[in-house]
T-cell receptor
Framework: KQEVTQIPAALSVPEGENLVLNCSFTDSAIYNLQWFRQDPGKGLTSLLL?????REQTSGRLNASLDKSSGRSTLYIAASQPGDSATYLC???????????FGKGTHLIIQP | SAVISQKPSRDICQRGTSLTIQCQVDSQVTMMFWYRQQPGQSLTLIATANQGSEATYESGFVIDKFPISRPNLTFSTLTVSNMSPEDSSIYLC??????????????FGPGTRLTVT
């Protein structure tokens, strides 16, 4: 059964810092990996999708990498802003499961 | 991407009753999913709903408790039956690959926040 772990569970940093969120998964037979953002009481916003054949994807200040063989992904946020405060979820498609398997998320607070 | 709406956005229900949640997407999609997010937890897949076939349920979820309909390629419903306080959660629908890109990207609705008293 696919399992997804996210580290750290929570992170608080001053505005302007660059930061890295980590995600690991147990079964490397995945189709893709998605990073989502969830604001309190809201649904999920898709940030980046990395297909299994790709190593990284970039969108604005966000960069996500994927090392499928080692079962790891990182989300890099450059020049963090208070508006980046949210819970960031990592999810994988595949590894023996229908639908996405989610990690428990990283609760991020950017201090003004 | 896709625009996904859910109704209701929130509800407070009494134990023993049932609630049907609707999910509407603005384009035709083959794969739709229903997830549950319990308080303070991450998302867990309830079932996969494909048009023209029976929904496929994950371990721990059964059709009698969570019946699902998928009458066409843009709409699905999830019913939470005989509710108990343990069913208090956010229920989210998602769609896969609405643009037919082959990337299997999933997009989520805004969720339905259910409180059972």
């Amino acid at each position: 059964k696919q399992e997804v772990t996210q580290i750290p569970a929570a992170l608080s940093v001053p505005e302007g810092e660059n930061l890295v969120l980590n995600c690991s998964f147990t079964d490397s037979a995945i189709y893709n990996l998605q990073w989502f953002r969830q604001d309190p009481g809201k649904g999920l916003t898709s940030l980046l999708l990395i297909q299994s054949s790709q190593r990284e994807q970039t969108s604005g200040r966000l960069n996500a990498s994927l090392d499928k063989s080692s079962g790891r992904s990182t989300l890099y946020i450059a020049a963090s802003q208070p508006g980046d405060s949210a819970t960031y979820l990592c999810a994988v498609l595949g590894g023996g499961a229908d639908g996405l398997t989610f990690g428990k998320g990283t609760h991020l607070i950017i201090q003004p | 991407s896709a625009v996904i709406s859910q109704k209701p956005s929130r509800d407070i229900c009494q134990r023993g009753t049932s609630l049907t949640i609707q999910c509407q997407v603005d384009s035709q999609v083959t794969m739709m999913f229903w997830y549950r997010q319990q308080p303070g937890q991450s998302l867990t897949l309830i079932a996969t709903a494909n048009q023209g076939s029976e929904a496929t349920y994950e371990s721990g979820f059964v059709i009698d408790k969570f019946p699902i309909s998928r009458p066409n390629l843009t709409f699905s419903t999830l019913t939470v039956s005989n509710m108990s306080p343990e069913d208090s959660s956010i229920y989210l629908c998602s769609v896969e690959d609405p643009g037919g890109t082959g990337k299997y990207e999933q997009y989520f609705g805004p969720g339905t926040r259910l409180t059972v008293t």
